[in-house]
């Protein structure tokens, strides 16, 4: 059987069904979303692993509390290996950026949920790391 969770919210546009505002269609609208989350997702890529993992967890938290939920408390609709093939990592350095992000009191792990202590921290991780790796040039993968 085949099992899919969708990350985001998606929307399938006809090509004829697509109607124009200010001269841009919205299928372009929609490419360009989509090509600028590929942009996105590359350059995260070369991010140290903690980083990665900080800006899923807040991500994820951000698309909870849009879709009506918790974003402190986050029920992870996939599996630690599968999130970590998302990350381009593997599922040991997954377990141990969110054990690192647990002694840094930034989160809490539990079965199938993560508690988010610390927010702001988060985004701050994310934000030095991200700025740093990308101001360097360096590329972080699994390194560890």
């Given at each position: 059987?085949?099992?899919?969770?969708?990350?985001?919210?998606?929307?399938?546009?006809?090509?004829?069904?697509?109607?124009?505002?200010?001269?841009?269609?919205?299928?372009?609208?929609?490419?360009?979303?989509?090509?600028?989350?590929a942009?996105?997702l590359?350059a995260?890529?070369?991010?140290?692993?903690?980083?990665?993992?900080?800006?899923?967890?807040?991500?994820?938290?951000?698309?909870?509390?849009?879709?009506?939920?918790?974003?402190?408390?986050?029920?992870?609709?996939?599996?630690?290996?599968?999130?970590?093939?998302?990350?381009?990592?593997?599922?040991?350095?997954?377990?141990?950026?969110?054990?690192?992000?647990?002694e840094?009191?930034?989160?809490?792990?539990?079965?199938?949920?993560?508690?988010?202590?610390?927010?702001?921290?988060?985004?701050r991780?994310?934000?030095?790391a991200?700025?740093?790796?990308?101001?360097?040039?360096?590329?972080?993968?699994?390194?560890?």
């Amino acid at each position: 059987s085949v099992r899919a969770v969708a990350l985001e919210d998606s929307v399938g546009v006809p090509v004829g069904a697509a109607t124009t505002l200010h001269g841009v269609s919205a299928l372009t609208r929609l490419l360009a979303a989509k090509l600028a989350r590929a942009v996105r997702l590359r350059a995260m890529l070369q991010w140290p692993v903690d980083a990665r993992v900080a800006q899923f967890l807040v991500d994820f938290a951000v698309h909870s509390r849009a879709a009506g939920g918790r974003d402190d408390e986050l029920r992870l609709p996939l599996k630690g290996h599968e999130i970590a093939s998302l990350l381009s990592m593997r599922h040991e350095v997954f377990s141990r950026s969110l054990r690192r992000l647990e002694e840094q009191a930034l989160i809490e792990r539990g079965m199938q949920a993560i508690r988010i202590v610390d927010h702001g921290g988060l985004v701050r991780a994310v934000e030095g790391a991200g700025v740093s790796a990308s101001a360097a040039g360096q590329s972080s993968p699994e390194s560890e």
